[in-house]
Structures are given as structure tokens and as C-alpha cells.
């Protein structure tokens, strides 16, 4: 059976020194891996149809008790240019994929995670240089998830005192509750619980990379934000710490 898809590539990797394997979030069949047989011959249908971040129509040949299809051709309908030249936004498009790549389950049906991720590209294309953007993204990410972190009152006994943040405890907790019950619980200050309440509310980006940070503050936002992905998504810190480096 062919089946025609709207797809992001989110990983791509040698099969050998011709063909690829990509793994691709499509809009209607979920996460997909395709063999790309040839892809790197100078008359191949693949050769620039296709490429990280980008959105292509893809054709490939599904069979059932596979998971690895074989691809037919391809039809890039969306380059994202900026990446080719804005490296640090690229950096964050790097991560937002791996984030997706690593967390969806082949096949899944999920029509708004691609729309989702498509979103999340588009908006790092214009806003992906700055450190903010990657956090709204996760946020973003972790609601779709089902994941928002609770950041009102302590998750346990609904004081608003003396909070801190623990990531397995799924937003804020209080001290006294966090020592009773020997929490790892991570500083946050209330200046930096208040921008983390207003960029969770924030539906666009564009307020939040306007927010003015002082080191002390990027640093806390980071490592409540990166303990919570860690701990919800289990994904590996260098994915993060290599989007925050080129930032
Ligand atoms: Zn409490």
C-alpha cells in the first residue's frame, strides 16, 4: 500500500553510503521510519526534498508487522530557511526535534503533536536565537503532554509559602512540606516563579523573549526547566545543555 504523507524529518541517519533512514513525524500516520534507498545519487527523487526542520509530502510503501517502510519519493513543500544561516536557532529546532523524536512511539496517531511541532518550528525560526523561546517551547510541549507544571500553590498542601520547585512532585511545593517528606526540591525564587507563571500563560512568544533576565534567573529557569523534561520526558541533559550553549 502507498500511503501519502505530510512529514517532518526528525532524525536522519546512513544506512550506507548511499541511502538514509528518517524517521519522520507525519500529520495523519504519526512517527514513521523510511529507508531512503539511494538518496544520496545525483538522480535520485529524494535529493533535496527533504531535510531537517523542513516539511515534505512523502510517498512510501507501508507494510503490515513492518516498522521500517521503504520510501517511494518525496516533495519538500516547506524549506525552513532560517536555520541555514541562524545557527543558535537552529540549535533550539535541533532540540524541539530530538524532544519529539525521542518522546513519540511509532504509529501513534496524534494530528495536533505534528501540527504542534510544525508551530514550534515555524516560531523558532523567528524566535529560536533567544534562551526564552526554548523554554515556552517546553511548556508549550509539556501541556500538550498533559504535563503543565502545577505553579500556584504547594501541590501538596496548597500553602503559598516559602515554595520551591520539585520536578517529581509535578510544579511547587513548600518547605515544610518538602522537609517532611524529604522532597529534592530545586530554589525558586519568587521573582523567578513569577516569570515562570507568566510565560505558562503566554499563548505567543513574543512577550516572553522580550522578558529581561539577569543571569541568576536564566540559571534557576534552566535547571527547573531542565530537572522537569528530565523527569517527565527522560530525556538526556546534553540534548538541552547543547541547545543552551549556542544561546
Ligand atoms: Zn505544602
Given at each position: 500500500?502507498?500511503?501519502?504523507?505530510?512529514?517532518?524529518?526528525?532524525?536522519?541517519?546512513?544506512?550506507?553510503?548511499?541511502?538514509?533512514?528518517?524517521?519522520?513525524?507525519?500529520?495523519?500516520?504519526?512517527?514513521?521510519?523510511?529507508?531512503?534507498?539511494?538518496?544520496?545519487?545525483?538522480?535520485?527523487?529524494?535529493?533535496?526534498?527533504?531535510?531537517?526542520?523542513?516539511?515534505?509530502?512523502?510517498?512510501?510503501?507501508?507494510?503490515?508487522?513492518?516498522?521500517?517502510?521503504?520510501?517511494?519519493?518525496?516533495?519538500?513543500?516547506?524549506?525552513?530557511?532560517?536555520?541555514?544561516?541562524?545557527?543558535?536557532?537552529?540549535?533550539?529546532?535541533?532540540?524541539?526535534?530530538?524532544?519529539?523524536?525521542?518522546?513519540?512511539?511509532?504509529?501513534?496517531?496524534?494530528?495536533?503533536?505534528?501540527?504542534?511541532?510544525?508551530?514550534?518550528?515555524?516560531?523558532?525560526e523567528e524566535?529560536?536565537?533567544?534562551?526564552?523561546?526554548?523554554?515556552?517551547?517546553?511548556?508549550?510541549?509539556?501541556?500538550?503532554?498533559?504535563?503543565?507544571?502545577?505553579?500556584?500553590?504547594?501541590?501538596?498542601?496548597?500553602?503559598d509559602k516559602?515554595?520551591?520547585?520539585c520536578a517529581?512532585?509535578?510544579?511547587?511545593?513548600?518547605?515544610?512540606?518538602?522537609?517532611?517528606?524529604?522532597?529534592?526540591?530545586?530554589?525558586?525564587?519568587?521573582?523567578?516563579?513569577?516569570?515562570?507563571?507568566?510565560?505558562?500563560?503566554?499563548?505567543?512568544?513574543?512577550?516572553?523573549?522580550?522578558?529581561?533576565?539577569?543571569?541568576?534567573?536564566?540559571?534557576?529557569?534552566?535547571?527547573?526547566?531542565?530537572?522537569?523534561?528530565?523527569?517527565?520526558?527522560?530525556?538526556?541533559?546534553?540534548?538541552?545543555?547543547?541547545?543552551?550553549?549556542?544561546?
Amino acid at each position: 500500500m502507498i500511503v501519502q504523507a505530510t512529514a517532518i524529518p526528525l532524525a536522519i541517519y546512513p544506512w550506507s553510503s548511499t541511502s538514509r533512514i528518517v524517521h519522520w513525524l507525519t500529520h495523519h500516520q504519526g512517527k514513521v521510519s523510511t529507508l531512503l534507498k539511494g538518496a544520496l545519487r545525483p538522480k535520485s527523487p529524494f535529493l533535496g526534498e527533504y531535510e531537517l526542520f523542513s516539511t515534505s509530502e512523502l510517498l512510501y510503501f507501508a507494510k503490515p508487522a513492518k516498522t521500517l517502510y521503504t520510501g517511494k519519493e518525496c516533495a519538500l513543500l516547506h524549506r525552513r530557511e532560517t536555520f541555514r544561516t541562524n545557527w543558535r536557532a537552529m540549535q533550539t529546532a535541533s532540540y524541539i526535534t530530538s524532544l519529539f523524536n525521542r518522546t513519540t512511539p511509532e504509529e501513534a496517531h496524534q494530528p495536533e503533536l505534528f501540527v504542534l511541532c510544525e508551530e514550534l518550528l515555524d516560531l523558532a525560526e523567528e524566535y529560536g536565537q533567544h534562551p526564552q523561546y526554548l523554554l515556552w517551547a517546553e511548556f508549550r510541549f509539556c501541556e500538550y503532554h498533559g504535563h503543565a507544571p502545577s505553579l500556584g500553590h504547594c501541590v501538596l498542601c496548597a500553602s503559598d509559602k516559602e515554595l520551591r520547585f520539585c520536578a517529581g512532585q509535578g510544579g511547587v511545593v513548600c518547605m515544610q512540606c518538602a522537609r517532611a517528606r524529604k522532597l529534592p526540591i530545586l530554589e525558586c525564587p519568587p521573582d523567578v516563579l513569577a516569570i515562570l507563571r507568566a510565560w505558562q500563560k503566554a499563548r505567543q512568544p513574543g512577550p516572553v523573549v522580550n522578558t529581561r533576565l539577569t543571569a541568576r534567573q536564566l540559571t534557576a529557569l534552566n535547571a527547573i526547566a531542565g530537572t522537569f523534561m528530565m523527569y517527565h520526558f527522560h530525556l538526556h541533559p546534553e540534548y538541552r545543555n547543547a541547545a543552551l550553549a549556542a544561546a
